[in-house]
């Protein structure tokens, strides 16, 4: 199954749009495991058990991982996640944007070090950055269009000209990835709740492609314009992505931290659901 017919299974089993991030802060863990050695794993399977049932994908960050020296936590999460739950996406959240051998080797790392389904990719390389992803057809290539931040405006809004018109460059980018990139029908973008306009200049270019959405939740994205703006016509098309909303509602908390990240989970989806 590739990754499309995976998320769009995931999509009507789960009745979700929300895609939860695990971005392991270890600052904010409960106090009971702080200083444990597998305290990323332990908290990151607490958070994956509790809302497996409410989610369209996982999303691993990898530098959260990366930063506490815990490439094999997350190697271990990953693993946990395609065999307790191998219905649900898994998407690494790398943002790799290299070329040539370079690219080949995170491809490498992303698809069968981590197994993942999916990986996130910067585009300003060009196709050539893209292509050894492409490579492996089941999986997905998840592609920054007009990202979350407010920086990204920085580059993402230069003019660019196509067709005997200026548009902007994340406008560019969405048109070089639905009418050139997506070779083998494997594509995704990502564009921030924080710029719903923007949402749907790219759904309107993209088609039925998948979204991923990150920005609601602790970014103050808007869940009623998110939805309005990236669905498709089925009510789907899109991955919202929450992470710090739902792993630290319960901060502060002990042992009971998953069952409040569960309800938080709850809420956002069934608020995602509400304007579908």
Not at 21 to 35: A, H, I
Not at 244 to 249: F, N, V
Request: glycine letters at 8%; one cysteine or more; a negative charge.
């Amino acid at each position: 199954m590739t990754f499309i017919e995976k998320l769009s299974v995931a999509w009507e089993k789960s009745n979700s749009l929300l895609c939860v991030g695990l971005d392991p802060d270890m600052n904010r863990f409960p106090e009971y495991l702080r200083g444990k050695p597998d305290s990323i794993y332990t908290f990151c399977r607490g958070i994956v058990d509790a809302t497996a049932d409410l989610v369209c994908a996982f999303k691993p960050q990898i530098a959260y991982f990366h930063a506490a020296r815990a490439e094999e936590q997350l190697e271990a999460i990953c693993a946990y996640i395609r065999e307790q739950y191998p219905d649900i996406p898994l998407i690494l959240d790398a943002k790799r944007g290299d070329i040539g051998a370079t690219a080949q080797q995170y491809a490498r790392e992303a698809f069968e070090r981590y197994n993942a389904d999916a990986v996130t990719l910067s585009p300003y390389m060009g196709f050539d950055s893209i292509e050894p992803y492409l490579e492996y057809r089941e999986r997905g290539a998840i592609i920054l269009a007009r990202t979350s931040n407010p920086g990204g405006s920085d580059l993402q809004f230069l003019k660019v000209s196509e067709s005997g018109k200026n548009i902007p460059l994340y406008q560019h980018v969405a048109h070089l990835v639905a009418e050139k990139w997506n070779v083998h029908g494997q594509c995704a973008m990502v564009v921030g709740a924080t710029f719903p306009h923007e949402i749907a200049e790219v759904r309107a270019i993209i088609g039925n492609m998948p979204l991923l959405i990150p920005g609601i939740g602790a970014q103050g994205g808007n869940v009623e314009a998110t939805v309005s703006a990236g669905k498709t016509a089925d009510g789907t098309g899109m991955m919202i992505n929450s992470s710090r909303a739902i792993l630290y509602a319960g901060i502060g908390e002990n042992e009971n931290y998953a069952a409040i990240s569960r309800r938080a989970a709850m809420m956002t989806r069934d608020e995602i659901n509400r304007y579908r």
